[in-house]
């Protein structure tokens, strides 16, 4: 036999041809595959984005109408059973069921006399307060306003230089941040009330309701024509 004259065994064409179109069978289905799984996973981030808008829409509901045992009124009545037991508050109010609760008392029943002092016996009183403050659940906002009576300045204002009322109220607030308060909570101001007096206002609000409150403090004051 002429070892010259024997030539290689070449494969069949279509043998080939099917091979290639195997491949690229099993790529396409692959493919289709990768395609599936990403369109599954797209109806799920849909699915779960739908969950958490509803989650949210419930969680804006107002106290009235999730019951007496809702987070907000829990708040409130901590709040009212508080003060109940403090000595010097004159008065307590809920404004609104679930939501606003005002107590007003005597600054002497706060602080030393004369002084921007807290009265050593009044720090449990901050304590609780910060506590309160602290514990809102997902979809709530826990919030204080803390209010100093202070004379009027014969231009009918308010004072702009330091004053007792002024120095309580910053002393305060320095008192509840120190301790822990979450500073987003707390707003602090002088007042146009009684001399002497302090209105503590705690508020529940939803996000929602908070983001309208502060849109409304820091927008311009409209002046009367």
Do not use: C, H, W
């Not at 080939?16 to 690229?24: A, E, G, K, M, S």
């Amino acid at each position: 036999m002429d070892i010259n004259n024997i030539k290689p065994k070449r494969d069949n064409p279509e043998r080939q041809d099917n091979t290639i179109l195997q491949f690229v069978s099993i790529y396409l289905l692959i493919l289709a595959f990768f395609i599936l799984l990403v369109t599954i996973s797209t109806v799920d981030q849909e699915k779960s984005n739908a969950v958490m808008e509803s989650l949210q829409l419930r969680t804006e509901l107002s106290d009235s109408d999730r019951g007496a045992d809702s987070p907000g009124q829990a708040f409130i009545q901590k709040l009212n059973d508080l003060f109940l037991k403090t000595i010097g508050v004159e008065k307590i109010e809920e404004l609104k069921t679930g939501k606003i609760l005002r107590i007003q008392l005597g600054a002497e029943a706060l602080f030393e006399n004369d002084k921007a002092t807290i009265k050593t016996s009044q720090r449990d009183l901050i304590d609780r307060i910060i506590s309160a403050l602290s514990s809102r659940p997902p979809g709530f906002q826990f919030d204080m306003e803390f209010i100093v009576g202070s004379p009027i300045e014969p231009s009918g204002e308010l004072p702009v230089t330091q004053t007792l009322a002024m120095a309580r109220a910053g002393a305060f607030v320095r008192q509840l941040l120190s301790r822990g308060a979450p500073p987003d909570s707390i707003s602090i101001g002088l007042g146009a009330i009684e001399n002497g007096e302090i209105i503590f206002e705690f508020y529940v609000r939803t996000p929602a309701d908070a983001k309208k409150f502060y849109a409304r403090l820091l927008s311009p004051i409209k002046k009367g024509n």
